[in-house]
């Protein structure tokens, strides 16, 4: 691992001044669970020189429901987000969504900031430079992608443009359905980004000197809320395709429905279609499967991808009839 400098920071504006002063060569550690991947393997082009360290920061990891709003700290823990009381009873999904996420172990230094912000897993990407070197790639800037003609097993299925990784977080799934938005602060203040519009096809849409400290999820009440992971290896492992379903069922008739897919493109999507077509029926076997194929409708499979499309049909068609496994319960 290359050496770097490292800058504890223990208010805001710390690091927002410490991330200023030493521009594109710093980099935010929260947790490190991801960031230190990337020191060791040196898969990048070029490396963070300094970690400005955020977690010594007083009052980002709290969760609470202020007014209309659900605000949870850039640096509360996954596994507090998955046993939080508040979650549980009125954001089940997004309580399900950061159990998913990798191990126990893991769970307890991520942050769900750094959940968000993290790198992508395509294997060409992360290719450690101690294996026979670094993989240039358009994500790199530094050649084409590799993925297109080669091993695209686990790529998106639409919204890929020059690169077709996708977005690893289950949290940024669960958060989609609710609307959520990240609130980010730096040089020139305070500013909220839609998480519907935080990732692109390249990066996600933080500037160098940037911070997120806090998430907000406009309240809800939807009772019926679900996510689901399909993942090769249960105890530990990425999503091939997630999906959080959030509805709202009265007298057996869909008033409001919001399904969100993951692992499927650059960021979380948003169902629109199935959604609008939902509201005003009832929640049955036909019309969740009606809605399943309008939600995977615009998809555009590589060459060894497609398998994902009927993953992602059986995962929106459950998680709208309520079926199956519940992690948190089992
Ligand atoms: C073995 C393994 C399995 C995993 N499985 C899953 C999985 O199933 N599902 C899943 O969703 N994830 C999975 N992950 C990824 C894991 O969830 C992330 O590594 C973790 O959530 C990152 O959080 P962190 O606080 O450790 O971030 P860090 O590693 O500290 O940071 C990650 C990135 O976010 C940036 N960052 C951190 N905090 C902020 C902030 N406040 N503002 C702006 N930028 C910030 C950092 O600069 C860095 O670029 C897995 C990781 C491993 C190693
Ligand atoms: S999918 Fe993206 S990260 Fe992977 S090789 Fe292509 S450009 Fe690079």
Redesign the pocket.
């Known amino acids: 691992m290359r050496s770097f400098s490292y800058v504890d920071a223990y208010s805001v504006e710390e690091a927002v001044s410490a991330l200023g002063r030493f521009g594109a060569k710093a980099?935010?550690?929260?947790?490190?669970?991801?960031?230190?991947?990337?020191l060791k393997d040196e898969y990048l082009p070029t490396y963070?020189e300094v970690l400005v360290n955020?977690k010594n920061i007083p009052g980002?990891d709290s969760v609470s429901e202020e007014g209309e709003l659900l605000r949870i700290g850039?640096?509360a823990r996954?596994s507090e987000l998955g046993r939080s009381p508040l979650l549980l009873e009125r954001y089940p999904a997004l309580a399900e969504a950061a159990y998913?996420?990798?191990?126990p172990q893991?769970?307890n230094?991520?942050?769900?900031?750094?959940?968000?912000?993290?790198?992508v897993r395509c294997a060409y990407y992360r290719y450690p430079a101690q294996v026979g070197g670094a993989i240039g790639c358009a994500r790199k800037h530094n050649g084409p992608c590799l993925a297109v003609k080669g091993d695209n097993r686990y790529h998106a299925i639409m919204g890929g443009r020059k690169c077709f990784a996708v977005c690893?977080?289950?949290?940024?799934v669960a958060l989609a359905a609710f609307d959520a938005s990240l609130t980010?602060i730096g040089p020139h203040g305070e500013h909220s980004i839609p998480i519907a519009d935080f990732y692109t096809p390249l990066a996600h849409r933080?500037k160098h000197g940037?911070?997120?400290?806090r998430i907000e999820v406009p309240a809800v009440s939807l009772p019926h809320q679900r996510f689901f992971?399909f993942?090769l290896r249960r105890p530990?492992?990425?999503?091939i395709v997630s999906v959080a379903v959030v509805a709202s069922v009265e007298d057996g008739v869909c008033s409001d429905v919001r399904i969100a897919l993951g692992a499927i493109a650059p960021g979380p999507v948003r169902a629109t279609e199935a959604e609008e077509f939902l509201r005003g029926k009832p929640i049955n076997d036909e019309t969740a499967s009606a809605a399943s194929e309008l939600a995977l409708g615009g998809v555009k499979p590589l060459g060894r991808n497609g398998y994902k499309v009927a993953i992602a049909k059986s995962l929106v068609k459950r998680g709208l009839l309520g079926e199956g496994g519940n992690l948190l319960k089992e």
């Open positions: 980099r935010i550690n929260a947790g490190g669970t991801d960031l230190m991947g990337l963070p955020v980002l850039a640096l996954l998913a996420v990798a191990s893991i769970r230094v991520a942050t769900l900031a750094g959940n968000l912000c993290q790198d690893p977080s289950d949290t940024a980010v933080l940037e911070l997120v400290i992971k993942a530990i492992d990425f999503a």
